[in-house]
């Protein structure tokens, strides 16, 4: 029951995230290419150094182009998680099957509306670990 426990906080935390981005893709998605880099400078510069700001810029590129659809994949996402992570804890089987779908497609999609350059590859295995952990523990779960 700790791993819903620990799913519940995660998603708790990150989809309100996500309800942030969105609109801020939004806005995002109407500035020009030249426009994006200014982005950054209200950000002071003890924050951010130079190297960290230019590492950035191919992030904002992405969310500019595409940030509507990836902020919309990452939030359904978590609802879905949430949903299966709740069919889990009150011992439904098909919780799993429901988390790790939407673990999966999760990663897949925005490679599919982004490109390659989206694939997270710590990401992709700590949702793989989420899965596998699920996996093992589903004896308990039910």
């Known amino acids: 029951m700790g791993l ?9 935390v990150v989809f309100p995230l996500y309800l942030i981005g969105l ?3 939004f806005i995002m998605r109407t500035m020009s290419a030249e426009a ?8 002071p510069a003890f924050l951010l ?18 940030g509507v659809a990836l902020m919309s994949i990452f939030a359904l996402r978590t609802v879905v998680r949430f949903i299966g992570t709740l069919r889990m804890w009150n011992g439904h089987q098909d919780g799993l099957h429901i988390y790790i779908s ?7 999609l925005p490679i599919m509306v ?13 949702a793989l670990n989420w899965c596998y952990l699920y996996f093992a523990q589903r004896k308990v779960l039910r």
């Open 114 to 126: 982004a490109g390659p350059k989206t694939l997270d590859l710590f990401g992709f295995v700590i």
């Open 49 to 66: 150094s130079h190297a960290q700001r230019q590492a950035m810029l191919p992030f904002l590129e992405i969310m500019r182009l595409h």
């Open 23 to 25: 609109p801020t893709a």
């Open 36 to 43: 994006v880099p200014h982005v950054l400078d209200g950000i």
């Open 102 to 108: 939407a673990q999966l497609l999760g990663m897949l």
């Open 4 to 12: 819903c426990q620990l799913s519940f906080v995660n998603q708790g």
